[in-house]
């Protein structure tokens, strides 16, 4: 075992360089805000409750090691509570939370509760305005005025890669109609664009259009959370605006949201399976992985609706990869991109810093670090196994399955960024308040 404490290294912080929420300061402020907010379910010793908390934490401890130990061991610990925190996510579906009865005053002044959300959405808001936005805050405005203007996304935006080598083009469609709000909330704007735009025109413009149309998404998100749980609808929505996480995401990196706004939609009218398995395919034509977690939410459905929900996955999805690469083909051909080549193998060597398995390796030796991946790896879906095992085939194992799948993309990820946190966790937050009102439920 090599010396821990190797010499400085450059790395890429969890979050970038943008973004108010990005202090440790902050991100502690919000986990004990989050905290209360989630206390009425963690009261009287509910031990794998608190380890769902716990599981909002861990992102902290990756960029306070990735941001303040810029040495080898620092960075590697931040890489290495990324993946427990994922480790504990896929114990936890198996495994499954605690029921709690909630004091039902608590649940009655829904008016009051609601009023706090949309307090914490405007404040969120405003703070989110007042960072500084780096090139994962704009991708999706700059994508969205090509849209507009009748040009292909998948073009140069800074003069080094093309965009349309890392998001489909449904991401940037879906920015579209904020592209003309943006010349009003572009007022709103405190700070500049750190990254230097030599492409860009019009950065405010673009920056804008990037967070209006986050704030349009995550508003959509908390909607969902709200009709999605009749009882727990406004806990669940203040916890998801609460984890640091989530705001953390929200202020740098505004991509994550539509393609986990339209998951979720699809999940909460999975009853309908040709709508859902279309908000499943939108979902992941701004990211391919979605595609994949959508395959075992089929398994919940009946023989007749079972079928139905894959033929129409896998037309929809055939349609939407030929449109794809439909737009790929438009780029000037200097700028053109591979998308099978670019969306596959994009981050199969992506340097240094930004990988856990490299500074295992580094720390102990190649085979060290292959031997923990495949043992992670194994271990998850051990867990999905005895997941389905224990709890059958219903809405909840088959959340779990996806949710174990995102885990063993991030595993075998040698680069895996803090937006596959935030959607996991997300999706975790999402069957924890499920598993809540569906005890509720069978017990009445």
Known sequence: MKGLVVGKVETDPLIHYGGIFNTIESMLLL????????????????????????????????????NNNQF???????????LIGVVLISYLT??????????????????FMLFVIIVIFIVRGVFLFGSRPTDSGIYSGVGG??????????????????IGARYGPMLYFAYVPFVPIAY???????????????????????????????LF????????????FPKYGYFAAMFYMTASINSLILSVNANELPQTSLFLLALYLLKKPIISSLLFVASSLMKIYPIVLAIPMGLSFDSTKKWRFY?????????????????????????????????IFYQKDPGAAHSLWYFLELIFNPITSHVVMVITMLFIVLLSYKLVIKKGINIQSALGLSINALSTLIVVNRSPHPGYYYFVFTLVTYLFFYSQEFEDNRQT
Do not use: C, Q
């Not at 080898?72 to 990324?82: A, E, K, N, R, S």
């Not at 198996?94 to 008016?111: H, Q």
């Not at 995550?218 to 709200?226: K, M, N, Q, S, W």
């Open 311 to 343: 033929i129409s996955l896998i037309v929809f999805f055939g349609i939407g990869w030929i449109y794809w690469l439909y737009e790929a083909s438009l780029a000037p051909p200097e700028l053109r991109t591979n998308p099978i080549r670019d969306i």
């Open 94 to 111: 198996y495994s499954g939370f605690e029921r709690v009865r909630i004091n039902e005053s608590l649940l009655t002044n829904k008016r």
């Open 145 to 162: 005025i090509l849209y507009l203007h009748g040009e292909s996304p998948f073009r140069d935006y800074w003069g080094v890669v093309s």
């Open 72 to 82: 080898v061991g620092g960075v590697f610990l931040g890489h290495l509570f990324f």
């Open 184 to 214: 009003l909330t572009r007022h709103l704007l405190w700070g500049e664009a750190l990254t230097p735009w030599n492409s860009i025109s019009n950065v405010p413009i673009s920056v804008a259009t990037s967070y209006t149309g986050a």
């Open 31 to 66: 986990s004990l805000i989050s905290f209360f907010v989630l206390f009425p379910f963690l009261k009287d010793g509910r031990f794998r409750n608190l380890l769902f908390y716990l599981s909002s934490i861990l992102p902290i401890l990756n960029m306070f090691y990735r």
């Open 217 to 228: 998404y995550e508003a959509l998100i908390i909607f969902i959370l709200i009709k999605s």
